[in-house]
């Protein structure tokens, strides 16, 4: 079982709706939760980061954390076709590492 | 406030050849972070700095690659020999702090391609 699970994807959304990416981690004692957005040929640059369970919104995106179910998601409200690229799931756990996802490939047609 | 700088951009070597990579740290950011990123993957850690300490080495595969951060500011990766397999974008990363806050501000990688 890897560490760190997300969907490689594509997840197709039309522009304007909702994209829903999913992350689920092994590690309970994991504390940090970390979604990074990697454009084709680019380097990560970090969206959100969560903490605790339940919600964190910022702009457009909306960070879940269920620390029960190991799982943390990431909305994207109003997607735009500047959205497409690949989304990482990354969790420090519980021995201070951080772990990256595979990442999930979010295409958003106009 | 100026990014994490690397180089070279792209590399190209044979196999067998060696290779060094460059990183220098957003300022004042005490860790330092080489990832290996295969095309489809997500980016994997070889080896963190602390200053200029190791704190963790475990995936960084050390009878070819070997890194060093002498003065706790920049850091060199290098491989030698290279393999098919080390064909990759090798990330340098940065934080102020490290583990549960650490948030990590990449460099624009170094593209590799072994042949």
């Known amino acids: 079982q890897k560490e760190v699970e997300q969907n490689s994807g594509p997840l197709s959304v039309p522009e304007g709706a909702i994209a829903s990416l999913n992350c689920t981690y092994s590690d309970r004692g994991s504390q940090s939760f970390f979604w990074y957005r990697q454009y084709s040929g680019k380097s990560p640059e970090l969206i959100m980061s969560i903490y605790s369970n339940g919600d964190k919104e910022d702009g457009r995106f909306t960070a879940q954390l269920n620390k029960a179910s190991q799982y943390v998601s990431l909305l994207i409200r109003d997607s735009q076709p500047s959205d497409s690229a690949t989304y990482l799931c990354a969790v420090v756990n519980a021995g201070n590492m951080l772990t990256f996802g595979g990442g999930t490939r979010l295409m958003v047609k106009p | 406030e100026a990014g994490v700088a690397q180089s070279p951009r792209y590399k190209i070597i044979e196999k067998r050849q060696s290779v060094a990579f460059w990183c220098n740290p957003i300022?004042?950011?005490?860790?330092l972070y080489w990832y290996q990123q295969i095309l489809g993957q997500g980016p994997k850690l070889l080896i963190q700095f602390q200053n200029n300490g190791v704190v963790d080495d475990s995936q960084l595969p050390k009878d070819r690659f070997s890194a060093e951060r002498l003065k706790g500011v920049d850091s060199t990766l290098k491989i030698q020999p290279a393999k098919l397999e080390d064909s990759a974008v090798y990330l340098c990363?940065?934080?102020?702090?490290?583990?549960?806050?650490?948030?990590?501000?990449f460099g624009p990688g170094t593209r590799l391609l072994v042949l």
């Open positions: 300022s004042g950011h005490a860790t």
């Open positions: 990363a940065s934080s102020l702090r490290t583990g549960l806050d650490g948030t990590q501000y």
